[in-house]
Every structure is written in structure tokens, then in C-alpha cells.
């Protein structure tokens, strides 16, 4: 069965750079989400579109934007990189209010 | 405010050990749904299962199986029969049904299986 893919898989940036990830949801899934996860730590809720419009917020910083396309892809766009800005990048897929299913991960290093 | 407690951080066992990962959860709304997720070495995060605040049923896949208990606000998951390759991160995730579904997520457990 076809998963949510992620590209790329790992990302090196610099300080105040500007990166950006891609996300492919599952076809005919209507809802992608993308959290990020320290190191250690949980995964944290960004952002979410709903049918290509954004439907719920978390604590994304504002140097962060994102936005799904016509084809279903999403993109989340990060701009001046901060150190603390290194961790693992998730996209997620799902059919309404339902489970959820993860990419395998961008992970960012910021130096 | 919605909240998820993985009170265990670490757990260790020995193979073919029986282990249970506790999950207590918070929220005010009456419609929402539990999940588990695995996240083994390699960083996927693997779903595992899913409950809505109205099936209270345990339900028992393989060596899994989970406990829900409304009364104490708990979504326990044990394994039996622990195996080396269960070795992972366990994250217990609750979302609201009116939130878009967002999930908020607890501490993890980290589970390691010694042969």
C-alpha cells in the first residue's frame, strides 16, 4: 500500500539559511499534518490543511510557512534556520478524523 | 486543556517478559480518540491502534493488547511475550474530535528488550 513520502530524508542547512521540505500525502487521504520532533522529545503539532486549506495551527514560529497544492502535495517552507530549528520533520496523512499515517521523517541539522 | 501522561520513561525487560506501557490522558470534550504509536530505532513512527471515546472494548492483536478505561482516564497497552525487535519508543496520543485532529502526544516510553 502506498505511504506518505517525504523527501528529503535529511537536510544540512546553516545558520539563517532557508530550507524546504515536501510531503506527499496517501492518495485520496483529504488531510496532511506535519509536526516536528527533538531530540528526545514527543512530536510537537505545527500545522494542518484540510482539501487544501489550512485548518488548525499550533506553535508553528513565523518563520515558518507552509501550504498544500492542488495535487495534495505539501510544502513546508522554513526560513532563517536557527540552531534550535534541528530536529526530525513529520508529515502526516489521514481520511477525516482518523489515524494517522507518518512519513518516514526529514531530519534538519542546523550548523 | 488536553494532556498525556507517560509516567514511564524507561523500561527494561528481559525476552518473553510480559510488559505493560500506561498512558493517562486528560481532556474536557466527550468525543475523542486514543492512539498508539511505535517508533523503533530507525525514527518512523508506526500506527498502532486507535480508540474512540465510546468503545470501551479492549482489544487484543497478536501480542498486543489495550486497556481502556474511562473511569481512571487510561489507555494502557501491554505486550506479552516481549521480543528484541519490540525495542522502540511507545507514544501514547490523544485528539479531540471538533480540533481537526491534531494529535497531542505524551512523553514517550522507551522500551528496550535484552535477549
Known amino acids: 500500500a502506498a505511504g506518505v513520502i517525504q523527501s528529503p530524508r535529511h537536510l544540512i542547512k546553516e545558520k539563517r539559511e532557508t530550507a524546504t521540505l515536501k510531503c506527499y500525502p496517501i492518495?485520496?487521504?483529504?488531510?496532511v499534518y506535519w509536526y516536528q520532533q527533538g531530540p528526545g522529545q514527543d512530536p510537537q503539532f505545527l500545522i494542518s490543511?484540510?482539501?487544501?486549506?489550512?485548518?488548525d495551527k499550533g506553535s508553528i514560529p513565523d518563520r515558518f510557512s507552509a501550504q498544500q497544492f492542488s495535487d495534495y502535495h505539501s510544502e513546508l517552507n522554513m526560513s532563517s534556520l536557527e540552531l534550535g530549528d534541528s530536529a526530525l520533520y513529520f508529515c502526516?496523512?489521514?481520511?477525516?478524523?482518523?489515524?494517522?499515517?507518518f512519513g518516514p521523517g526529514t531530519r534538519l541539522t542546523v550548523t | 486543556a488536553q494532556k498525556v501522561t507517560q509516567a514511564q520513561t524507561e523500561i527494561s525487560v528481559v525476552e518473553k517478559e510480559d510488559v505493560t506501557l500506561d498512558c493517562v490522558y486528560e481532556?474536557?470534550?466527550?468525543?475523542?480518540?486514543l492512539f498508539w504509536y511505535k517508533q523503533p530505532p530507525s525514527g518512523e513512527l508506526v500506527f498502532l491502534i486507535r480508540?474512540?471515546?465510546?468503545?470501551?472494548q479492549n482489544e487484543i492483536s497478536g501480542r498486543y493488547s489495550w486497556n481502556f478505561q474511562k473511569s481512571t482516564s487510561s489507555f494502557n497497552f501491554t505486550i506479552t511475550a516481549s521480543q528484541v525487535v519490540d525495542s522502540a519508543v511507545y507514544f501514547c496520543a490523544l485528539t479531540q474530535y471538533n480540533q481537526g485532529g491534531k494529535l497531542i502526544f505524551g512523553q514517550g516510553t522507551e522500551l528496550s528488550v535484552k535477549p
Open positions: 502526516a496523512s489521514s481520511l477525516m478524523v482518523a489515524e494517522q499515517y
Open positions: 480508540r474512540n471515546s465510546f468503545d470501551e
Open positions: 490543511f484540510y482539501e487544501k486549506m489550512q485548518s
Open positions: 481532556t474536557r470534550d466527550t468525543t475523542y480518540y
Open positions: 492518495p485520496r487521504h483529504d488531510t
